[in-house]
């Protein structure tokens, strides 16, 4: 169904939808998932930047303690 819908038909779809929501509502709704994919990307680098927090505490100092070596 969506294979047969060429230039034209999206045109008339843009055309019907900047109708019946006015170009105020249609630039209102784009900032809007503007910032929703802003703060998306945010999420994302605040989880990895966890994990790689994370990975680089366990893998710190892996020396063994002053008591390991006054016994040999």
């Keep these: 169904m969506l294979n047969n819908i060429g230039l034209p038909g999206l045109l008339l779809i843009a055309v019907v ?5 006015g170009r105020g509502k249609i630039s209102s709704l784009m900032g809007e998932v503007g910032k ?9 680098n605040e989880g990895t ?3 790689e927090d994370q990975a680089a505490e366990s893998a710190k100092d892996v020396t063994p303690a002053e008591e390991d070596k006054d016994k040999a």
């Design 17 to 21: 939808v900047l109708v019946l929501f």
């Design 36 to 44: 929703g994919i802003t703060a998306f990307k945010k999420g994302v």
């Design 49 to 51: 930047k966890e994990l």
